[in-house]
């Protein structure tokens, strides 16, 4: 199995879309991410965690599950990079392969430490907007695909009867 962990506002301020974003409503550039972490993790079939630091939302820890991606909010006085080393030595063992998405140059030479391999926050930007024009193509094809009715009908006539397949008069 495969381990994506996120350093969830080094990527942030790293991707110019969530940075742009981030300006106006830091809440939406989190929301952001872990929608681009969702694709990723469903395309990949990597588990996606992301981690943000607690320097940003004051209060206590706090870990849920958006869109199958699992997030975490660190302590108070922990910051991400401690909680993905910590993250990194747990999830580590023969089967699994753990990769951490950053480019805070430090925290890259300490999950080396732990056995987890690196993603720049460049390097995964380029790998979800790869995914992205991937599932655009297969989707591109299925539309054509799609087969046409057997009998020509007018938009008027298609109208009608698509009102009555959904029960509608």
């Known amino acids: 199995m495969n381990i994506l962990l996120v350093d969830g506002y080094n990527i942030i301020g790293a991707w110019p879309e969530l940075n742009e974003l981030k300006t106006k409503d ?16 469903g395309y990949t079939g990597y588990k996606v965690i992301v981690v ?6 004051q209060g206590i820890s706090r870990k849920y599950n958006n869109y199958k991606v ?5 302590r108070e006085n922990e910051t991400a990079d401690e909680r993905i080393e910590k993250l ?5 063992n023969i089967k699994t392969q753990i990769y951490v998405a950053t480019s805070d140059f ?9 056995g987890a391999l690196r993603k ?4 995964l930007l380029n790998e979800v907007e790869t995914i992205d024009k991937k599932i655009k193509r297969n989707v591109r094809k299925t539309v054509d695909k799609k087969p046409s009715s057997k009998i020509s009908l007018s938009a008027e006539v ?9 029960g509608e008069r």
């Open 26 to 41: 830091l809440s939406a550039s989190r929301d952001r991410l872990v929608e681009r972490m969702a694709e990723y993790q």
């Open 52 to 57: 943000f630091d607690a320097y940003y939302v």
């Open 70 to 74: 699992e997030v975490i909010f660190t």
């Open 88 to 92: 990194a030595i747990e999830l580590n």
């Open 106 to 114: 430090t925290e890259q030479w300490a999950i080396f430490g732990q």
């Open 120 to 123: 720049s926050a460049r390097e």
């Open 158 to 166: 298609a109208e009608i009867f698509e009102k009555w397949r959904r």
